[in-house]
């Protein structure tokens, strides 16, 4: 608990940085009250709302009061739909968005729960991945359900990378690797909350990634609909 109130208190401190420094700088007419710094505001302010909405929610999957609303859903079509919605993103970073996800492919899930988990899997993906790279979400059949897979030719992650990136707040040390897997524009603790969310559902998070510098691949193993 004390780890993790330092933990906060860190993440916290530069959005609220930019935030004071940016009104203090208005305020003695350093800076221009104009557009562009309130949307400054603005970013730093949803940053801090992320965070604050993201540790609510680590909060209840580590006491297992995860909110889930379970269907028997179609995985291929939850998939393909949340990874869509990243494509501007990816268009605009010119990396090349390949989603693989022909379905039907049951399983009883919380749609919105795993759109989340996939929304956060190819946002890092991107984020880790340079112009010109490629992303790639694909949906399976896995050993017993269906299998999720986002795959990227970015940073890659060393050996003793490979599970910590699933700890709260935690930064990959290695030069190759993103300085925070979950994205400086995210509350440091995506990929924790993910974990916690798969696993809610009987399956499993997994990273592997052949070294830095070639690429990762994070892969959601699901059980089928019982």
């Given at each position: 608990r004390i780890r993790l109130f330092g933990e906060v208190?860190?993440?916290?401190?530069?959005?609220?940085?930019?935030?004071?420094?940016?009104?203090?700088?208005?305020?003695?007419?350093?800076?221009?009250r104009d557009v562009t710094g309130l949307h400054r505001l603005s970013a730093e302010t949803r940053r801090l709302r992320r965070l604050a909405d993201d540790l609510s929610a680590l909060s209840r999957a580590e006491e297992g009061r995860l909110d889930l609303r379970p269907v028997d859903a179609d995985v291929a079509a939850v998939v393909a739909t949340a990874a869509e919605r990243l494509r501007a993103q990816a268009d605009d970073a010119g990396i090349d968005l390949v989603i693989t996800?022909?379905?039907?492919?049951?399983?009883?899930?919380?749609?919105?729960?795993?759109?989340?988990?996939?929304?956060?899997?190819?946002?890092?993906?991107?984020?880790?991945?340079?112009?010109?790279?490629?992303?790639?979400?694909?949906?399976?059949?896995?050993?017993?359900?269906?299998?999720?897979?986002?795959?990227?030719?970015?940073?890659g992650l060393a050996a003793q990378d490979l599970e910590r990136v699933f700890e709260r707040f935690y930064r990959a040390h290695?030069?190759?690797?993103?300085?925070?897997?979950?994205?400086?524009?995210?509350?440091g603790i995506g990929l924790t909350i993910s974990r916690r969310i798969v696993e809610a559902h009987g399956g499993s998070l997994t990273a592997a990634s052949p070294g830095p510098g070639r690429g990762c691949t994070f892969t959601v193993a699901l059980p089928a609909s019982r």
């Amino acid at each position: 608990r004390i780890r993790l109130f330092g933990e906060v208190g860190h993440e916290m401190r530069t959005p609220l940085t930019v935030i004071d420094a940016t009104v203090e700088g208005m305020i003695d007419g350093v800076l221009p009250r104009d557009v562009t710094g309130l949307h400054r505001l603005s970013a730093e302010t949803r940053r801090l709302r992320r965070l604050a909405d993201d540790l609510s929610a680590l909060s209840r999957a580590e006491e297992g009061r995860l909110d889930l609303r379970p269907v028997d859903a179609d995985v291929a079509a939850v998939v393909a739909t949340a990874a869509e919605r990243l494509r501007a993103q990816a268009d605009d970073a010119g990396i090349d968005l390949v989603i693989t996800a022909p379905g039907p492919r049951t399983a009883r899930v919380d749609p919105d729960r795993i759109a989340q988990v996939v929304t956060n899997l190819v946002g890092n993906a991107l984020r880790a991945t340079p112009s010109g790279g490629h992303v790639r979400v694909e949906v399976t059949d896995g050993v017993d359900g269906v299998t999720v897979e986002v795959s990227d030719d970015g940073m890659g992650l060393a050996a003793q990378d490979l599970e910590r990136v699933f700890e709260r707040f935690y930064r990959a040390h290695s030069s190759a690797s993103p300085a925070r897997l979950s994205g400086e524009t995210g509350s440091g603790i995506g990929l924790t909350i993910s974990r916690r969310i798969v696993e809610a559902h009987g399956g499993s998070l997994t990273a592997a990634s052949p070294g830095p510098g070639r690429g990762c691949t994070f892969t959601v193993a699901l059980p089928a609909s019982r």
